[in-house]
């Protein structure tokens, strides 16, 4: 019994000691639910501890009772069931309350919820519950209404997706902090979107139950208070900063306390002086005013005072001495604040406006001074043009009218314009009401009869609402500049026609190098059109060594270009040689402009200098084939000579006799080779006679089948003499050489082969006599054939479209000079791939008449004396051999002064013999000498062609060509002899004798 009991008391001590340290705990944490849990508890351990104590007084009870009757010992020792009976009922006691006492609370919390479920929708304020996640649990319909969304649309959703950004990691901040405070309200302040996207600006508080684990939240719509104060500030901030900032003073005045409320920074600069310095010294505001306008300052102020408002202008002196101009002005007011009466007003530094209108009083009466005295003409006219209200006297000067007419009547200026202007100048005149600028170029007649031209500008002036308020111009007489303009253009006319005409290439270019003109010769110079030319830099156009001499001027202002040759690359990829000069061109100021370079073509030039320098290469060429022809005609005189002799000597049957022909014949041969040279030498006419042209070809033919390669063949004509009947008049050495040239070419054309054809026949007959008709020399070949753009060049001397350095581009030209000097005439007839064919046509000239041969031949000198006269030892001992043959006495001397002695003492019946070349002494000169002298012997001149045959019909002498046939020279002293004088004639050039007849001649006379 006495444990039951002490148990019982024991548990029910505990609960109950439990429930009211649950309670007071969670009071002490702050802990809402807990303190809800606890307020529950406590009634349920009272409740068990009440029924404990019940119980265990019963037993207790029952126990004295049956100690006292004797019945019940057993709870009265100690019983345990009753006592777990007495504690069994205690408990259900216990919660029996304690039941009863949770639904009556149950029933009073659902009540609460409703009112607050009530409450919370029906607040004006806008509510909502957050969770910890920041997810929406509830929000109130205020909320809902003033976001836009609807109640749905924001449950469950996180919080920050409405938030602005801005302000979304400070609410984010707020609530990390506000997890460790209990039910305590904090402010909080954000901006939130509202559907329409639109944010509102949101102030309110929030609480934290850290039990539910819930944010609380009350929130006010504060949006147009926000942006009404924001706009306040600003406004505020603005204000002070145009206060703060403007020229002008602003400042309050108390008239009631008669001391400033307010300056504004301004007027600390007005004053010069600090803000502070005018609010402590009442006074010096005024102080600084100048003494004789401090007295209607002051008065100005008290028609304030009486009329409510003032505005003065007067100076000011600052601290440093300098006087400034102030405009004031102010209002009267009652503060309502205080009631006392108060000046508002500004003051304006005016000192500007003040010198302004003192210079534009200045300038007003410069202006008058300007418009009395300047030739040009200021007018003013009205708004409408029909009246002019101010015009300058040079008026009467330019218009020859007086000015009070025109100010009189506007429209009398009309009347000096030239009748053909005069319309269209009084159209645009009367535009300028409308707005619209002027600016006429027009002729004046003056009174007396004379023309001026005047350009006359107008400008609206146009006021403050947008009208023409009058109209100001000017006239200006550009007689004097018409005229001279007149004479720049003809002037430029001229220029350019010299520079357009001129056959120098010019260009103009700028300082930065650009072409800024070109004439139409220096385009053609460059291969370019205008438009490629002009815009260009001199880089672009003209190659380094060109462009060097330029580019100089460019960097070295003032030079001028020495004249250089220079290579001009054309668009066409030719190339032009050009002399250029250059010279740097200044504005009148100094400054440089650019330059101009002048180019000079001197393609030509130079073609011609290198022609010329190739022909003096020829000439020296042609002296030494000369000198070498000379030596090499004394040689073989001599040779033909001695072999004459030798064939002379032996019998007709003699075998050696035809070895000797041989050599004969390549003794003549070698004649023509050096008569040949002779010819190129000196340019002479040919040594012509009568030439079949089978023998021409034969004779070429048989040098050529020499040089033509293995892979060329040669094709000839068969000609017989009777069957084809083509002689010429030609030199027959200067013929094969024609013929040979025309090959040599044909076979450089084929490089793989092919074949070159000699062909001849006679053309068509001139005037119906056959024996007239040209003979046609044909040359063609299977080359590659020649471009017709090279047709007209390719008888140019020098010329040749061969590799540099192989050929000298004489040959063909050689041909055309030797077929003109015959009369005859050459064609090309060509096209390419199909080979090239020459035609040279010579004139026709009748066969030759052949005469029998002598049977028996005398002797002809009869023993006549022959003085020769030469340097050279061998003609000296064939002539000699010669005619001592011929019966001649004869007589050999090395130089002229014995010729002379020994001519002077053999007076009377001689010939001399004089040999003009190898080192001879001056024949000419000493047969000058002979015939001052009185003699008058036969004299015959042995020469290579050097003396012309008139100079030697002077001098009474005949002229005897080498090489020469021995025969020759006897027969040519026969004749001499027989007519005891000089023979016009003999011996001379073939031209002059006839050609082969002089041979036919010589032979007769031999015989």
């Not at 040079?394 to 000015?403: C, I, K, P």
Request: aromatic share 6%.
């Amino acid at each position: 019994m006495g444990s039951a009991v002490l148990v019982s008391l024991f548990l029910s001590v505990l609960c109950y000691a439990l429930s009211v340290g649950w309670v007071v705990w969670a009071g002490v944490r702050g802990r809402v639910p807990r303190v809800v849990a606890g307020v529950l508890v406590l009634p349920a351990g009272v409740g068990i501890a009440h029924g404990a104590l019940v119980f265990w007084s019963l037993g207790l009870g029952g126990a004295l009772w049956g100690g006292v009757s004797g019945e019940g010992g057993s709870l009265g020792t100690g019983d345990p069931a009753g006592v777990w009976l007495a504690l069994l009922a205690g408990v259900v006691a216990g919660l029996t309350i304690l039941l009863t006492e949770l639904l009556a609370r149950s029933r009073r919390g659902d009540h609460e919820r409703l009112e607050h479920r009530t409450l919370f929708h029906l607040s004006p304020a806008m509510l909502a519950v957050v969770d910890v996640d920041g997810v929406v649990l509830e929000v109130n319909d205020a909320l809902s209404r003033t976001l836009g969304y609807a109640r749905e649309e924001l449950l469950g959703r996180a919080h920050a997706d409405k938030i602005h950004p801005d302000d979304l990691a400070r609410i984010r901040a707020q609530w990390a902090s506000d997890r460790a405070r209990r039910l305590l309200p904090a402010r909080l302040e954000c901006r939130v979107r509202g559907k329409d996207g639109v944010y509102r600006h949101l102030r309110g508080s929030e609480a934290h139950l850290p039990e539910t684990g819930r944010f609380y939240v009350a929130f006010f719509d504060v949006t147009e208070l926000s942006e009404a104060t924001e706009r306040g500030e600003r406004a505020e901030h603005q204000a002070k900063v145009l206060i703060e900032n403007i020229r002008d003073g602003l400042w309050i005045w108390d008239v009631d306390n008669d001391r400033p409320e307010y300056f504004s920074p301004g007027m600390g600069v007005l004053w010069g002086a600090t803000v502070q310095e005018l609010m402590s010294s009442p006074g010096r505001w005024l102080e600084q005013v100048l003494d004789e306008d401090r007295a209607g300052c002051l008065r100005q102020v008290a028609c304030a005072i009486r009329d409510g408002q003032f505005e003065d202008e007067y100076r000011l002196r600052l601290p440093d001495g300098s006087v400034r101009w102030v405009r004031c002005r102010g209002r009267l007011f009652v503060d309502p604040g205080d009631g006392r009466r108060k000046i508002a007003g500004t003051s304006e530094d005016i000192t500007d406006r003040h010198a302004m209108q003192a210079a534009l009083g200045e300038s007003e009466r410069r202006f008058r001074e300007i418009a009395e005295t300047v030739r040009e003409v200021f007018w003013v006219a009205s708004p409408d043009t029909r009246t002019i209200e101010y015009i300058s006297p040079a008026y009467e000067t330019l218009w020859g009218r007086s000015v009070e007419a025109v100010l009189r009547d506007g429209e009398d200026w009309y009347n000096s314009v030239h009748p053909d202007d005069v319309g269209w100048v009084r159209s645009a005149f009367e535009g300028m009401a409308s707005g619209a600028e002027y600016d006429a170029t027009y002729r004046v007649v003056h009174p007396n009869g004379g023309v001026r031209w005047v350009r006359d500008r107008g400008f609206p002036a146009i006021g403050p609402d947008g009208s023409v308020e009058r109209i100001v111009g000017l006239i200006q007489d550009l007689t004097s500049q018409m005229r001279a303009e007149a004479e720049l253009r003809d002037s430029e006319a001229r220029f350019r026609e010299i520079v357009e005409t001129t056959q120098e290439g010019i260009l103009l270019v700028g300082p930065d190098g650009v072409v800024g003109y070109a004439n139409d010769r220096m385009c053609e110079l460059l291969g370019r059109g205008l438009a490629q030319v002009l815009g260009r830099t001199v880089p672009d156009l003209l190659p380094g060594s060109a462009r060097e001499p330029l580019e100089m001027l460019l960097q070295r202002v003032g030079v001028r270009a020495e004249p250089r040759d220079v290579r001009i690359p054309r668009a066409d990829g030719r190339t032009v040689e050009a002399l250029v000069s250059a010279a740097a061109l200044r504005a009148h100021t100094g400054e440089a402009r650019g330059f101009i370079a002048m180019f000079t073509d001197i393609t030509e030039r130079r073609r011609a200098e290198r022609d010329l320098l190739q022909a003096q290469k020829m000439e020296a060429v042609g002296q030494l084939a000369s000198g070498v022809a000379h030596d090499f005609n004394n040689l073989l005189s001599a040779i033909g000579t001695h072999l004459r002799l030798a064939q002379s000597t032996l019998e007709a049957s003699h075998p050696a006799r035809q070895s000797l022909a041989t050599v004969q014949e390549a003794a003549d041969q070698a004649a023509g080779v050096t008569r040949s040279l002779l010819t190129f030498s000196r340019r002479s006419d040919p040594a012509r006679q009568t030439v079949w042209i089978g023998d021409a070809i034969e004779q070429t033919a048989r040098l050529l089948r020499r040089a033509m390669p293995a892979n060329i063949a040669l094709e000839t004509p068969t000609l017989s003499r009777e069957r084809d009947p083509l002689y010429v008049d030609a030199d027959p050495t200067q013929l094969q050489q024609a013929l040979m040239n025309l090959c040599l070419n044909a076979r450089d054309a084929m490089p793989r082969g092919g074949t070159v054809r000699i062909r001849a026949e006679r053309a068509e007959s001139l005037g119906g006599v056959p024996g007239l008709a040209p003979v046609r020399l044909i040359v063609s070949d299977t080359g590659g054939g020649i471009p017709p753009e090279l047709h007209q060049r390719i008888f140019e001397p020098f010329f040749t479209t061969k590799t540099h350095g192989d050929r000298t581009g004489l040959g063909l030209a050689i041909t055309h000079g030797i077929v003109t000097r015959h009369n005859g005439t050459i064609a090309l007839r060509s096209a390419p791939g199909q080979g090239a064919v020459f035609t040279i046509e010579l004139p026709g000239v009748a066969p030759p008449v052949r005469d029998a041969e002598p049977t028996t031949r005398e002797a002809v000198g009869g023993g006549k004396f022959v003085m020769i006269a030469t340097a050279n030892a061998h003609v000296g001992q064939f002539l000699s051999a010669v005619l001592r043959a011929e019966d001649y006495r004869v007589e050999v001397v090395s130089d002229g002064e014995t010729l002379l002695a020994q001519a002077g003492e053999r007076r009377g019946d001689k010939l001399l013999l004089i040999d003009l070349e190898g080192g001879a002494p001056d024949g000419l000169g000493c047969l000058r000498r002979l015939r001052a002298g009185g003699d008058t012997s036969t004299v015959i001149l042995i020469t290579s062609g050097d003396v012309p045959g008139d100079e030697a019909a002077d001098l009474g002498a005949a002229l005897l060509h080498k090489p020469f046939q021995v025969s020759d020279v006897p027969g040519l002293l026969a004749r001499a002899s027989r007519t005891n004088r000089p023979v016009d004639g003999v011996g001379s050039p073939p031209e002059r004798s006839g050609g082969d007849a002089m041979h036919h001649e010589q032979k007769e006379a031999a015989s």
